[in-house]
């Protein structure tokens, strides 16, 4: 599985097809994700929207100690 070979710490599975790093998200907005330099909106499932959104969350305040 893809989880095992890329960690989720960092990366997030949007939808059945779509696997993201959250380092490049830029915004996200209700059924999209819109990454940095990448001309296409990624789909989030409705399931998936909430988690995606407290998943960010908690990788900005991890990351944030960086900065």
Do not use: M
């Not at 893809?2 to 993201?20: A, M, P, R």
């Not at 330099?37 to 991890?62: G, H, M, T």
């Amino acid at each position: 599985k893809w989880g095992i070979k890329l960690g989720t710490e960092h990366f997030f599975q949007t939808h059945k097809s779509y696997i993201i790093a959250l380092r490049y998200v830029k915004r996200i907005e209700s059924k999209y994700v819109i990454i940095k330099n990448v001309s296409c909106d990624i789909p989030v499932s409705r399931r998936r929207n909430a988690e995606l959104k407290e998943r960010l969350k908690k990788y900005i305040r991890e990351q944030s100690h960086y900065f």
